[in-house]
């Protein structure tokens, strides 16, 4: 008899914290003026002075330092055709998440993808 009152106090415990859980959590955080805040960018900031290459295998476009290879996140061919020809060294400050660079800077100037074309 006793175990069952125990039980019964503690079921009517447990619930009564799921109630008043979900009443707080259902409230959210209050609405204010507050601006909605941006994602943080992923993967570390890096500054490297590489060559970039173009070869099929690779992909396509990739950057060459000068003891490591790096896949281009963010290809723009108009912009990397120009230097692969060229086979100049630039300073380039992009994110880095493992090998993959999306670039940022090229050369101290904005540095913008070009979308891949559309497929017919």
Known sequence: MRFGKLLAGLAAGVLAIAVISAGVLAQGAPQGNAPAAKPAPRGLQVTLEVKVKNLKAMGGY????????????????????????????????????????TIQTLNGQKYEAKPAPASK
Request: proline share 8%; charged share 25%.
């Open 62 to 101: 990739y950057l060459q330092g000068p003891v490591e290879v790096y896949k281009i996140a963010n290809k723009n061919p108009e912009v990397l055709e120009p230097l692969v020809k060229s086979g100049e060294t630039v300073t380039i400050e992009a994110r880095a998440s493992g090998d993959l660079l």
